[in-house]
């Protein structure tokens, strides 16, 4: 499924974009259905409690607290990071040396124009998975969060989005 990478839009658009393949079409599909039947479970069940409680203030900024994570959630999932970057072969060694220092037990591979890091736990149901696109001397870094089934979690969008900031701030203090 990595060779399904779309990098002709996925650069210019700044997300990851996949070629369309049936199964890439329901992955994704069912990806953001979750997410917003997730929005909506977490929707009705605060504001069911607020209108039931009497519309108490903090169930309602609680509820519109969930929602907007989610919101962002979903706008993230598949957001790229832009490393700039000086050399297109030391750009390859730095972010794998990067990645291989901060998450030794990922499992790396390489390719022409993508570079990709994953953890295989086969107990836990939660696995990271990392995704560098090389285009010349710039980088574009994205971090998924994967449940089961290698379903991609949009509750996690946020964080992933943020330790992709922080690898991209790394990655500049390494070649600055």
Known sequence: MR?????????PWKRLIYH?????????????FFGVVLLLIYMAVFFGLA??????????LLSGTMSGYMICGVFLLSKLVK????????????IIDLITAKYPAMKISTGDRLITAKTDHKIIA????????????DLYINV????????????MALPNYILAQRLAKEFDLMIG
């Open 3 to 11: 060779s399904t990478i779309n990098y002709e839009k996925s650069i």
């Open 20 to 32: 369309p393949t049936p199964s890439k079409v329901f992955t994704i599909i069912f990806d953001y």
């Open 51 to 60: 209108s039931y409680d009497g519309s108490s203030i903090l169930l309602i």
């Open 83 to 94: 490393i700039n970057g000086t050399d297109p072969n030391t750009n390859r060694h730095r």
């Open 126 to 137: 939660f696995d990271r998975e990392i995704f560098v696109l090389v285009d010349g001397s």
């Open 144 to 155: 998924h969060t994967l449940l089961r089934g290698n379903m991609k979690s949009i509750t």
